[in-house]
C-alpha cells in the first residue's frame, strides 16, 4: 500500500478518492469535526479540491490496525511552502476518543515530517477549552507559545485559540515511526 505510515496501534494513510465519501461526511458531522470548530458545510467537491493542491494540505486516514478508520490528520503550510512552517490538525470518531489513537496518529505524523521535511517547527493550533487536544499536544512534545485573542469564529462565538510548536531540536529522534510504504 503506497503512502501509508505505520504504527504501533495506528497507521496514516493518505487519503484517495475512494476515501471522498467518508471524509465529506466527517467534515459535516458536528460530533466528528469537533465541538472547537468551525462548522462547516463541504460537498464532496470541496473536500477533492483540498486534495488537488497538494501545497496547501495532506490529508491522512487515521486507521486501527484492524482497518477501522477512525479519524483524520493533515498538515499544512501556514503561510507559504517556501517559509517551510508546518501546522498539523487532526480529530477522531467521538467513540475511539482518549484510546491513545490521537496522541499516536500525533506523534507517527511529527516523526514523518521531521525526517522527510526540511522544517524547523510544526505548530498546531486548539481552542482554548479543548482541554483533550491540548493534552495531546503536551505529551508529543509540543510547547504551549501563547493565544490568539478571538481568532476563530465557533457557533456564534468568537474564540481564542492557544499556540502550540514542537522545534526540530526539542524532538531530535522518531518516537514511535516503525515503518512508511
Known amino acids: 500500500m503506497i503512502g501509508l505510515l505505520e504504527g504501533k496501534n495506528v497507521n496514516l494513510k493518505i487519503v484517495e478518492k475512494e476515501d471522498l465519501p467518508l471524509l465529506t461526511e466527517w467534515f459535516n458531522n458536528l460530533g466528528v469535526f469537533g465541538e472547537y470548530n468551525p462548522v462547516h458545510q463541504m460537498s464532496r467537491t470541496d473536500v477533492e479540491k483540498i486534495l488537488d493542491n497538494p501545497h496547501e494540505e495532506k490529508l491522512y486516514i487515521i486507521e486501527k490496525k484492524d482497518g477501522n478508520k477512525i479519524g483524520f490528520i493533515s498538515h499544512f503550510y501556514v503561510l507559504h511552502v517556501a517559509v517551510r512552517q508546518l501546522e498539523i490538525g487532526f480529530s477522531l470518531v467521538p467513540s475511539e476518543r482518549g484510546k491513545g489513537y490521537g496522541t499516536e496518529a500525533l506523534q507517527l505524523m511529527v516523526d514523518y515530517l521531521f525526517l522527510s521535511k526540511d522544517v524547523m517547527r510544526i505548530q498546531a493550533q486548539t481552542d482554548q477549552r479543548n482541554k483533550a487536544s491540548q493534552k495531546i499536544l503536551e505529551k508529543v512534545g509540543f510547547k504551549k ?12 462565538e468568537w474564540q481564542d485559540d492557544y499556540v502550540y510548536s514542537i522545534l526540530r531540536e526539542e524532538w531530535k529522534e522518531p518516537k514511535i515511526l516503525t515503518r512508511t510504504t
Do not use: M, P
Open 145 to 156: 507559545e501563547g493565544a490568539l485573542r478571538k481568532s476563530f469564529f465557533i457557533r456564534g
